[in-house]
C-alpha cells in the first residue's frame, strides 16, 4: 500500500527501532521537586562496568553491566534506550486509545482487537482484491492497477509521492523512484549472507499463494522471486540513493514516456488520479527506465502473481490468525524475533501509522507540557549559537563558504514537539465491525491528502513524523530541523535532569540535526532550500579529505562477523554525531555562564555529559537487525555511533584522562578535525 518515494531527511534513529524495564507513571506531590526517571541526577550509574577503562571501550565502561546482564526480549528485534521510550509511548497511546472509544481512533484500534470478528469475517474482504488482480484483461489494465495501489493494497514497480521541487524549493512536484521488491533492499537477493532470508521469503510466497488457491505455487513463487532479483538487479544501491544531485532529474509526464518506453505512464496515473505534469522528478533514473523494461518483457501471467503476492502480503495483518502467522514467520527470518506482540500492541502501531496526527494531538496535550517545550526551545537556540561560532572558527572554509552557511543556519527553522496546525480527519469514516475497510479507507484518505499538495506551493508546517514518534529529522529542502514530542523524553531529554545530561543526549542530537544542513548532502541544499552546491571551489576538495579520513576509521568496525561498517553510506550520519557532540558540549558550555560545573557523584560536568552521551545509545540488536542495518541504513550501529565521535574529540581525553596504550586512542595528530 501506498508505495511512495520517501526522499531522505536526515532522520535519526535507524529502523526497526532500538527496551528495559519502564519506569510506572505516578504524578509528584506538588511540594515535592521532580526526580529524573534515571538516577539522582539523569544517568544510570548502576549501568556502568567500571573494570573497563573509559579509553579501552567506553561503551562498555558507561553501559557493560546494562549489556551483560540484558536480554532481548522474544517479541523484539533490539533492545535499549530507543525501545524503552517508543514502550513508554506505546503505553500512552493505549491509555489514550481506551479512553474513548467512539473517536476515529478509538473505534480503529478496537475494530483490531476485534479477533473474534476478524476471524468470522475471513479472507473475503482480500479475496475481492485478488479477484481484481486476477481480472485485469491487458498490461495496459495492469498499469492502471499498479497506479491505483497509491492508497491500497499492492505493489508498484514505482514509487511516487508529493515533495519539493529542488530547483524550486517552494513548490510541490510529483517524485516518481524504483520500488518493486519485498525484500529490504536490493543486496538480499544476491550473495550468501542472505540466503536464509531469500529462502524464507519463497517459502512465505509459496504458502500465500497456497492460501490463495493458485495452482503450483512453488512455481508461481519462483516466478515471483526471478521477477524481484531482476528487479534489484537494476536498482539503485543505498549509497547511489543519498546523492540528491543525482536524483534531481526533472521530466514531464510525456518526456517519462519516451524516456521510460515498454510502461503504460499514462494510465498508471490514471490510476493514481494524477493528471499529466509538466513538471515530475525521476528520482532513480537509470533504474526507472530499466524497470519499465523489465515490465514489458515480464509475462502477464507473472506479474499477476507478483500482485496476488504483495496484496496479501500488506493485508495480511489485518487478517485471520493464519495469515498474521504465515508473515510473522518470514518477519523472524528478517529480524530474528522469535514471538508475535501481543495484540494491543500492534493495534496501537496501526492507529499511530493510519491517524497519526489525530492521535499526536491529544498525546502532546497530556504527556508534552509547554514547559518541555519552552526548556527545548532554550537548548536549540543555545545549539544553533554553539554551531555559530563553531562555523566561524573552521579552518577549512573559505570567508565566502562561512557567510552562505551562517546564512543558512540564521534561516533555519526549528520546530519542538508538535506542528503549528494538525491536519483535519473528519472526512473519514471508521467502522467498529470492519478492520479491513478502516485501513483502505484510511489508505486512500492519507493518499488523497498527499496527492492535494501536487502543483501547490510547499507548506512548511506540515511534518513528515507524528508528535509521538521517537525520532527526529532535517527536512533538507526545508531547510528546517523537526523534534517531536516522542523523542523528547527520558534519557534523551528530562526537564528535571542535571544539564550536562539534557545536553549530552538530546543536545548531541539537536546539533546532528542542525549539522546535517552543512555536510557533504547539506553543502548542496542552500538557504531557501535550493539544490545548489554553495561551496566554494577548494572548500569540498579539503573537507572530502578529513571526512576520508574519517570513513577509513569506521571501515575497520566489524559489526557482526565478516561484516563492516560502510563509511559511504553511512558518511553523513557519522559525521553528524561527531559534529553534533562538539556544538552540544560548547552549547553546554555556554550555558554554564562562565562558571565551573559542580562535581557530582565524583563526576565532572564533561565526563556527565559524555556518560550521557554513551547511555543514549546503548542497545543490543539481534544480528539479523545489525546485518538489515548495516546493507541498507546510513546510521552506523549504536555502538559505534559512541565509540566513532569520542576517538576524535580532544575534549574527551581530557574528560576522562585517555593515554597513549588506550584501546581507543588515536594520536592528536591523526584525529579528524571537521567542524
Given at each position: 500500500?501506498?508505495?511512495?518515494?520517501?526522499?531522505?531527511?536526515?532522520?535519526?534513529?535507524?529502523?526497526?527501532?532500538?527496551?528495559?524495564?519502564?519506569?510506572?507513571?505516578?504524578?509528584?506531590?506538588a511540594?515535592?521537586?521532580?526526580?529524573?526517571?534515571?538516577?539522582?541526577?539523569?544517568?544510570?550509574?548502576?549501568?556502568?562496568?567500571?573494570?573497563?577503562?573509559?579509553g579501552?571501550?567506553?561503551?562498555?565502561?558507561?553501559?557493560?553491566?546494562?549489556?551483560?546482564?540484558?536480554?532481548i526480549?522474544a517479541?523484539?528485534p533490539?533492545?535499549?534506550?530507543?525501545?524503552?521510550?517508543?514502550?513508554?509511548?506505546?503505553?500512552?497511546?493505549?491509555?489514550?486509545?481506551?479512553?474513548?472509544?467512539?473517536?476515529?481512533?478509538?473505534?480503529?484500534?478496537?475494530?483490531?482487537?476485534?479477533?473474534?470478528?476478524?476471524?468470522?469475517?475471513?479472507?473475503?474482504?482480500?479475496?475481492?482484491?485478488?479477484?481484481?488482480?486476477?481480472?485485469?484483461?491487458?498490461?495496459?489494465?495492469?498499469a492502471?492497477?499498479?497506479g491505483?495501489?497509491?492508497?491500497?493494497?499492492?505493489?508498484?514497480?514505482?514509487?511516487?509521492?508529493?515533495?519539493?521541487?529542488?530547483?524550486?524549493?517552494?513548490?510541490?512536484?510529483?517524485?516518481?523512484?524504483?520500488?518493486?521488491?519485498?525484500?529490504?533492499?536490493?543486496?538480499?537477493?544476491?550473495?550468501?549472507?542472505?540466503?536464509?532470508?531469500?529462502?524464507?521469503?519463497?517459502?512465505?510466497?509459496?504458502?500465500?499463494l497456497?492460501?490463495?488457491?493458485?495452482?503450483?505455487?512453488?512455481?508461481?513463487?519462483?516466478?515471483?522471486?526471478?521477477?524481484?532479483?531482476?528487479?534489484?538487479?537494476?536498482?539503485?544501491?543505498?549509497?547511489?540513493?543519498?546523492?540528491?544531485?543525482?536524483?534531481?532529474?526533472?521530466?514531464?509526464?510525456?518526456?517519462?514516456?519516451?524516456?521510460?518506453?515498454?510502461?503504460?505512464?499514462?494510465a498508471?496515473?490514471?490510476g493514481q488520479?494524477?493528471?499529466?505534469?509538466?513538471?515530475?522528478i525521476?528520482?532513480e533514473?537509470?533504474?526507472?527506465?530499466?524497470?519499465?523494461?523489465?515490465?514489458?518483457?515480464?509475462?502477464?501471467?507473472?506479474?499477476?502473481?507478483?500482485?496476488?503476492?504483495?496484496?496479501?502480503?500488506?493485508?495480511?495483518?489485518?487478517?485471520?490468525?493464519?495469515?498474521?502467522?504465515?508473515?510473522?514467520?518470514?518477519?523472524?527470518?528478517?529480524?530474528?524475533?522469535?514471538?508475535?506482540?501481543?495484540?494491543?500492541?500492534?493495534?496501537?502501531?496501526?492507529?499511530?501509522?493510519?491517524?497519526?496526527?489525530?492521535?499526536?494531538?491529544?498525546?502532546?496535550?497530556?504527556?508534552?507540557?509547554?514547559?518541555?517545550?519552552?526548556?527545548?526551545?532554550?537548548?536549540?537556540?543555545?545549539?544553533?549559537?554553539?554551531?555559530?561560532?563553531?562555523?566561524?572558527?573552521?579552518?577549512?572554509?573559505?570567508?565566502?563558504?562561512?557567510?552562505?552557511?551562517?546564512?543558512?543556519?540564521?534561516?533555519?527553522?526549528?520546530?519542538?514537539?508538535?506542528?503549528?496546525?494538525?491536519?483535519?480527519?473528519?472526512?473519514?469514516?471508521?467502522?467498529?465491525?470492519?478492520?479491513?475497510?478502516?485501513?483502505?479507507?484510511?489508505?486512500?484518505?492519507?493518499?488523497?491528502?498527499?496527492?492535494s499538495?501536487?502543483?501547490?506551493?510547499?507548506?512548511?508546517?506540515?511534518?513528515?513524523m507524528?508528535?509521538?514518534?521517537?525520532?527526529?529529522?532535517?527536512?533538507?529542502?526545508?531547510?528546517?530541523?523537526?523534534?517531536?514530542?516522542?523523542?523528547?523524553?527520558?534519557?534523551?531529554?528530562?526537564?528535571?535532569?542535571?544539564?550536562?545530561?539534557?545536553y549530552?543526549?538530546?543536545?548531541?542530537?539537536?546539533?546532528?540535526?542542525?549539522?546535517?544542513?552543512?555536510?557533504d548532502?547539506?553543502?548542496?541544499?542552500d538557504?531557501?532550500?535550493?539544490?545548489?552546491?554553495w561551496?566554494?571551489?577548494?572548500?569540498?576538495?579539503?573537507?572530502?579529505?578529513?571526512?576520508?579520513?574519517?570513513?577509513?576509521?569506521y571501515?575497520?568496525?566489524?559489526?557482526?562477523?565478516?561484516?563492516?561498517v560502510?563509511?559511504?553510506?553511512?558518511?553523513?550520519?557519522?559525521?553528524?554525531?561527531?559534529?553534533?557532540?562538539?556544538?552540544?558540549?560548547?552549547?553546554?558550555h555556554?550555558?554554564?555562564?562562565?562558571?565551573?560545573?559542580?562535581?557530582?557523584?565524583?563526576?565532572?560536568?564533561?565526563?556527565?555529559f559524555?556518560?550521557?552521551?554513551?547511555?543514549?545509545?546503548?542497545?543490543?540488536?539481534r544480528?539479523?537487525?545489525?546485518?538489515?542495518?548495516?546493507?541498507?541504513?546510513?546510521?552506523?550501529?549504536?555502538?559505534?555511533?559512541?565509540?566513532?565521535?569520542?576517538?576524535?574529540?580532544?575534549?574527551?581525553?581530557?574528560?576522562?584522562?585517555?593515554?597513549?596504550?588506550?584501546?581507543?586512542?588515536?594520536p592528536?595528530?591523526?584525529?579528524?578535525?571537521l567542524?
Open positions: 500500500m501506498r508505495t511512495r518515494l520517501l526522499l531522505a531527511a536526515g532522520a535519526l534513529l535507524a529502523m526497526p527501532l532500538p527496551t528495559a524495564s519502564l519506569r510506572a507513571e505516578a504524578p509528584a506531590p511540594a515535592v521537586a521532580p526526580q529524573p526517571m534515571y538516577g539522582s541526577w539523569g544517568v544510570d550509574l548502576t549501568g556502568r562496568d567500571l573494570s573497563v577503562k573509559p579501552d571501550d567506553f561503551e562498555r565502561h558507561a553501559s557493560g553491566h546494562w549489556l551483560a546482564t540484558t536480554e526480549p517479541d523484539k533490539s533492545v535499549g534506550v530507543g525501545w524503552d521510550m517508543y514502550e513508554r509511548t506505546r503505553e500512552h497511546l493505549q491509555r489514550l486509545l481506551t479512553r474513548d472509544a467512539t473517536t476515529q481512533y478509538g473505534v480503529l484500534y478496537a475494530s483490531f482487537l476485534d479477533e473474534a470478528r476478524v476471524e468470522q469475517v475471513g479472507l473475503a474482504p482480500m479475496i475481492k482484491d485478488i479477484a481484481e488482480v486476477r481480472a485485469l484483461p491487458g498490461k495496459l489494465a495492469f492502471r492497477h499498479m491505483t495501489t497509491f492508497g491500497r493494497f499492492g505493489m508498484s514497480l514505482f514509487g511516487s509521492g508529493v515533495a519539493g521541487d529542488p530547483s524550486n524549493p517552494d513548490m510541490n512536484v510529483l517524485w516518481i523512484g524504483q520500488a518493486g521488491q519485498g525484500l529490504p533492499n536490493r543486496d538480499y537477493y544476491t550473495g550468501p549472507a542472505f540466503k536464509a532470508q531469500r529462502e524464507a521469503y519463497i517459502a512465505y510466497i509459496t504458502r500465500t497456497t492460501t490463495l488457491g493458485v495452482p503450483a505455487p512453488a512455481v508461481g513463487a519462483k516466478k515471483i522471486m526471478a521477477l524481484e532479483t531482476a528487479i534489484a538487479a537494476k536498482s539503485w544501491s543505498a549509497v547511489e540513493q543519498r546523492d540528491l544531485a543525482k536524483q534531481n532529474n526533472p521530466m514531464s509526464t510525456a518526456e517519462l514516456a519516451a524516456f521510460a518506453p515498454g510502461f503504460d505512464w499514462a498508471f496515473f490514471e488520479r494524477v493528471p499529466p505534469q509538466q513538471r515530475l525521476v528520482g533514473k537509470s533504474a526507472v527506465r530499466d524497470l519499465a523494461n523489465i515490465y514489458a518483457r515480464t509475462p502477464l501471467g507473472t506479474l499477476k502473481l507478483w500482485q496476488q503476492f504483495h496484496v496479501a502480503n500488506q493485508a495480511s495483518r489485518y487478517l485471520p490468525k493464519a495469515m498474521v502467522e504465515s508473515r510473522f514467520q518470514f518477519i523472524s527470518a528478517l529480524a530474528g524475533v522469535r514471538q508475535i506482540e501481543p495484540r494491543w500492541k500492534r493495534a496501537v502501531g496501526v492507529v499511530d501509522g493510519q491517524l497519526g496526527e489525530l492521535i499526536g494531538q491529544d498525546y502532546i496535550t497530556r504527556y508534552f507540557p509547554p514547559s518541555s517545550k519552552a526548556k527545548m526551545e532554550a537548548l536549540v537556540a543555545n545549539l544553533k549559537l554553539a554551531m555559530l561560532d563553531r562555523i566561524r572558527a573552521n579552518d577549512w572554509m573559505s570567508q565566502p563558504t562561512k557567510d552562505a552557511a551562517l546564512e543558512k543556519l540564521a534561516k533555519m527553522d526549528v520546530m519542538v514537539g508538535y506542528p503549528d496546525k494538525f491536519r483535519d480527519y473528519s472526512g473519514l469514516k471508521m467502522d467498529p465491525a470492519d478492520l479491513y475497510g478502516n485501513i483502505v479507507r484510511a489508505g486512500q484518505f492519507n493518499a488523497a491528502y498527499e496527492l499538495d501536487l502543483g501547490k506551493p510547499v507548506d512548511r508546517r506540515k511534518w513528515s507524528n508528535p509521538q514518534e521517537v525520532n527526529a529529522y532535517n527536512g533538507t529542502l526545508e531547510n528546517k530541523i523537526v523534534f517531536p514530542a516522542g523523542i523528547l523524553q527520558a534519557p534523551m531529554f528530562d526537564p528535571a535532569a542535571d544539564d550536562a545530561v539534557n549530552g543526549a538530546i543536545g548531541a542530537i539537536i546539533g546532528h540535526e542542525i549539522s546535517h544542513g552543512f555536510d548532502k547539506g553543502r548542496k541544499i538557504a531557501s532550500g535550493k539544490l545548489r552546491d561551496w566554494a571551489p577548494g572548500d569540498g576538495e579539503r573537507f572530502d579529505q578529513r571526512a576520508a579520513a574519517f570513513g577509513q576509521q571501515a575497520k568496525y566489524e559489526v557482526v562477523p565478516g561484516l563492516f560502510n563509511p559511504e553510506l553511512t558518511m553523513g550520519e557519522n559525521i553528524a554525531d561527531y559534529a553534533g557532540l562538539m556544538v552540544a558540549l560548547d552549547a553546554y555556554r550555558a554554564l555562564g562562565g562558571k565551573d560545573a559542580p562535581l557530582i557523584d565524583g563526576l565532572t560536568g564533561d565526563q556527565r559524555f556518560l550521557a552521551y554513551a547511555q543514549a545509545w546503548r542497545g543490543k540488536d544480528a539479523e537487525v545489525v546485518r538489515m542495518q548495516v546493507t541498507s541504513d546510513p546510521h552506523t550501529p549504536n555502538r559505534y555511533r559512541v565509540l566513532g565521535p569520542l576517538r576524535n574529540l580532544d575534549a574527551w581525553y581530557a574528560a576522562f584522562g585517555v593515554k597513549p596504550g588506550d584501546k581507543m586512542y588515536i592528536p595528530e591523526r584525529r579528524v578535525r567542524w
